[in-house]
């Protein structure tokens, strides 16, 4: 139900609420910098290659 008090938001306005966000800035790349601490340069390079193979399987379905 709208409130008649507010103007009504716009498509856009509307999307912005639903957009993925940081809500700890920072946090991700903390955890990559310790992910790398933890594994072995190896396993980073796996890590990496099944990502980017995952994402290319994403991107073409």
């Known amino acids: 139900m709208a409130n ?12 912005k609420q639903f957009m993925p966000f940081d809500a700890v800035k920072g946090l991700k790349e903390a955890l990559a910098k310790k992910e790398k601490e933890i594994l072995g340069r190896e396993e980073i390079e796996r890590v990496e290659e ?3 193979f995952f994402g290319n399987i994403h991107k073409n379905n």
Request: glycine residues 0%; proline residues 13%.
């Open 4 to 15: 008649k008090n507010r103007p009504k938001m716009s498509p856009q306005d509307r999307a």
């Open 50 to 52: 099944n990502a980017e």
